[in-house]
């Protein structure tokens, strides 16, 4: 029968740590793709988003007037 000395043995420690280690780093592995490609994808937004981001962020800071940002919203709306 084999007993703890069998496993206490330098090359079987050795052994068993580098087995944990491969499996640590194919799991990391796995989990990284999984995150990768789960997480939503902000630039399959519509190309028209964008822009009225950046005309809402215009209007908020002041740079253009309430009747400007309608009429350019409209421009960018009217497809």
């Known amino acids: 029968?084999?007993?703890?000395g069998y496993w206490a043995g330098p090359g079987n420690?050795?052994?068993?740590?580098v087995w944990v280690?491969?499996?640590?780093l194919v799991v990391g592995?796995?989990?990284?793709?999984?995150?990768a490609f789960w997480?939503?994808?902000a630039h399959f937004a519509p190309p028209g988003d964008?822009?009225?981001?950046?005309?809402r962020e215009r209007y908020?800071?002041?740079?253009?007037?309430?009747?400007?940002?309608?009429e350019m919203?409209?421009?960018l709306t009217s497809r």
Do not use: C, N
């Open 60 to 70: 908020a800071r002041g740079e253009i007037t309430r009747e400007q940002f309608e």
């Open 73 to 75: 919203r409209r421009d």
């Open 29 to 35: 592995a796995i989990v990284l793709a999984v995150r």
């Open 13 to 17: 420690l050795a052994f068993m740590v």
């Open 50 to 55: 964008a822009a009225l981001e950046i005309l």
């Open 1 to 4: 029968m084999m007993g703890w």
């Open 39 to 41: 997480r939503p994808q």
């Open 21 to 24: 280690v491969f499996w640590v």
